[in-house]
């Protein structure tokens, strides 16, 4: 094999990798969109609830990680202002290492953070 076809080679196998990383990232993309549709559906129906009993609950979604979990987070806030609801409740984001109380899930539980509506802190 001579270095030109070495190098072809190499050009091409760097090719696949690169397009096999856009595939993943947008298949990622795309899980991340439905997720942070799903969770914001949910926080929505939520709201009433946790403004009525004063007590957190828990956004039932199966999120991944907890950089996913700080992204969706932040777009539950901003439907929750569109929505109106900011003034009354705020999404929080409980990790287990962060020494406030334990979880309210099994899953929070398991993975060492969950998503949770709470009453938003008043003046």
Do not use: C, Y
């Not at 030109?4 to 298949?27: D, H, I």
């Not at 007590?55 to 950089?67: A, D, K, L, N």
């Not at 806030?77 to 109106?84: K, R, S, T, V």
């Amino acid at each position: 094999m001579s270095d030109g076809e070495s190098l072809l080679n190499k050009q091409q196998r760097k090719k696949v990798r690169r397009k096999a990383k856009r595939q993943r990232e947008r298949e990622a993309h795309r899980n991340l969109d439905d997720i942070t549709g799903e969770a914001i559906t949910l926080s929505l129906q939520i709201a009433p609830d946790v403004v009525a009993s004063r007590r957190p609950r828990v956004v039932e979604i199966e999120i991944p990680s907890v950089s996913e979990a700080q992204f969706v987070q932040k777009r539950i806030n901003d439907a929750l202002q569109i929505g109106e609801w900011l003034d009354d409740v705020r999404v929080a984001l409980w990790r287990a290492d962060g020494g406030l109380g334990g979880p309210l899930s099994d899953r929070g539980k398991a993975q060492g953070f969950e998503l949770r509506i709470e009453r938003a802190l008043q003046d």
